[in-house]
């Protein structure tokens, strides 16, 4: 009996004996399991690499696609295989050796499973946080375009408002008689050192319009062509071209760089003019201007006259269709002012220069529909093209016109010349 007991157990010793040296000598066999999961390879091997030594002893990557796994509980190691069944699919397979101390078989396949549970629920929450993430940003971007086409939406509004602002305001069945400016090379005086600046505001950024300023201007640059001016000698400012500060570049630095001792400068502004109600001052009033702030944002006519006045120019011809005592027409008032009696002819010019204006003192200047022009530039251009010459002469001609025309829609409008026309005898010629 003794002798039985002690052969199985030499018997035993000797099978564990012979385990353990498969075991150190690298024979043991691997059991195995795996799994195919919807990633990348790239992608599940950073999440093998950071995310599984947090419950576990650490890893050891030993190629692309092969990692050792230790084990706080278990001797020996595990290993990682990946292979790449597509392009978004890997698959994983973990090997853990069967331990002769601690393991049985169904144990290390336990292990196995457990290894591959974790990975499974990193790679679940994973891609749960991708798919969070990817509704969050689905959301962002779906509000990024609905902003992007309320943007989009509101800038077509003002593309349109500004086009409609730009085109012609005439109507197409509205035609006049001076819609179309010809005159003969002989009737031309205008030449290559000539100059002129032309001021149109109809649609203002924040005012009300100004009636056919926008057509005005238009017409009395092609008269300017008409009667000789070059097209590069000529700046043409409307609507929204006619900033404050584009203002001030062309008469205060584009006029003075390519004035010579003998040109003739002609300006001409069609817009709203306003009084500064504190001190009285006249202004023109920019695309931008704003009539509670005229000494920021107005052109006064002072600074006008003055900076004309010191151009070194043969003759300087200033025509303004504008009004500047508040009361209404191509006239405007800061909020809660009253209209005020302007004494625009008062203001000191230069020998060389001369205003022809729509007004007088607190008079409003007109536009007729009839026409599709400010009264005031119709007959001024009317006047050029019935073969009157300088600026005396057709004083002459549109003022008891301009009287007539206001006086039959029961607005007083006269226009005024500075100097008196006995000074301008033989002078400030437009054309021959």
Known sequence: MKRNILQVAIIVIGICLLDLCCYFAGGVAFAETSCEFELPKDMLKDLIVSKLPQKYEDITSESETLFTLNLRWLSGTCRIELGQVDQNRTKVIIQCPHSIWTDTRSKTKSREERIMTSLTKIVSD??????????????????????NQEMKSMLQEVVAASKAQKEPSKSSSVHSDIDKADFAESQRVMGENDLAIIIGIEGYQSLPKSD???????LVKEYAKALGFRERNIELLIDEKATKTNIEKSLEAWLKNKVKPQSRVFVYYSGHGAPDPSTGEAYLVPYDGDPSYLSITGYSLKRLYSTLGKLSAREVTVVLDACFSGAG??????????????????????????????????????????????IFTYYFLKALKEGNKNLGEIYGYLKPLVEDDAKAMNVQQSPSLNPVPEKLVGRFNLRQ
Do not use: W
């Open 329 to 374: 027409g191509r006239s405007v008032i800061a909020k809660g002012a009253r209209p005020l009696v302007m004494m625009t002819e008062s203001l000191s010019l230069s020998s060389n220069m001369a205003v022809l204006s729509a007004t007088q003192g607190s008079q409003i200047s007109t536009s007729s529909p009839n026409t599709g022009h400010g």
């Open 212 to 218: 056919y300023s926008y057509d005005d201007a238009r």
């Open 126 to 147: 994973t891609r749960l946080s991708m798919r969070m993430q990817q509704q969050e940003n689905a959301r962002a971007q779906e509000l990024e375009n609905k902003r």
